[in-house]
Nanobody, 118 residues
Framework: QVQLVESGGGLVQPGGSLRLSCAASGFTFSSYAMRWYRQAPGKERELVAHIANTGLVTTYADSVKGRFTISRDNAKKTAYLQMNSLNAEDTAVYYC???????????WGQGTQVTVSS
């Protein structure tokens, strides 16, 4: 059974940092690319970052480029999203997904809430 569990969210002040984690089970983690998405209140879900299965290729949404870093540890079957210089526009529920080719794999998890506020 494919399972992705996001954690690490919370309340942080503008300019602060958080590190999100995505623990995977039920599939061969090292064979899949991983993505982080987010959904802010009243907005559509958007892709934030992507990392290839090897970890050698990463891409980012323009809105987070230079502030967020996606990484993975295939031995731990975990993906990460390091978020720095957070601002109010980063407030959202953050989700991770596995990706095979051109399609995401598995169901959406519960996500982890990130709130940036003073």
């Amino acid at each position: 059974q494919v399972q992705l569990v996001e954690s690490g969210g919370g309340l942080v002040q503008p300019g602060g940092s958080l590190r999100l984690s995505c623990a995977a089970s039920g599939f061969t983690f090292s064979s899949y690319a991983m993505r982080w998405y987010r959904q802010a209140p009243g907005k559509e879900r958007e892709l934030v970052a992507h990392i290839a299965n090897t970890g050698l290729v990463t891409t980012y949404a323009d809105s987070v480029k230079g502030r967020f870093t996606i990484s993975r540890d295939n031995a731990k079957k975990t993906a990460y999203l390091q978020m720095n210089s957070l601002n109010a526009e980063d407030t959202a529920v953050y989700y991770c997904r596995a990706r095979w080719g051109l399609a995401d794999f598995g169901s959406w998890g519960q996500g982890t809430q990130v709130t940036v506020s003073s």
